[in-house]
């Protein structure tokens, strides 16, 4: 059908579909961006849990380096409009947060 043809309402109509069919595009882009993230840092937790009971300095670069990971990929989501700025922030706080605590607890257990 050409654009001649249709009336108002089926322009109206066939406009409401591209809508929402964007919409749900979108919806399904950023599900799996928020995936991604929530099983990098679920993984990233996991890794400085077992640090936590076997330590060495290939296992802690290890780490760091699926955090500096888990940071790029919270980033990126942030620029595709995903997460909001503050969100990201404060993720990206609590598990280094966490990681700080870890390596610290470590290091004063390997003082005693």
Do not use: W
């Not at 009336?7 to 964007?22: A, E, G, H, V, Y």
């Not at 400085?48 to 790029?72: D, G």
């Amino acid at each position: 059908m050409s654009e001649q043809t249709l009336s108002k309402k089926q322009k109206r109509r066939l406009k409401k579909r591209k809508i929402l069919r964007k919409v749900a595009e979108k919806t399904q882009r950023n599900k799996q961006i928020t995936k991604k993230v929530k099983v990098l840092l679920k993984n990233v937790r996991k890794s400085i849990i077992n640090l936590k009971s076997n330590f060495s300095e290939q296992q802690k670069l290890n780490v760091e380096e699926m955090l500096r990971q888990a940071y790029k990929e919270i980033d990126k989501a942030v620029s595709k409009g995903v997460f909001h700025k503050n969100e990201a922030a404060r993720k990206k706080s609590r598990i280094t947060l966490f990681y700080n605590k870890t390596i610290s607890s470590i290091q004063n257990l390997s003082k005693v």
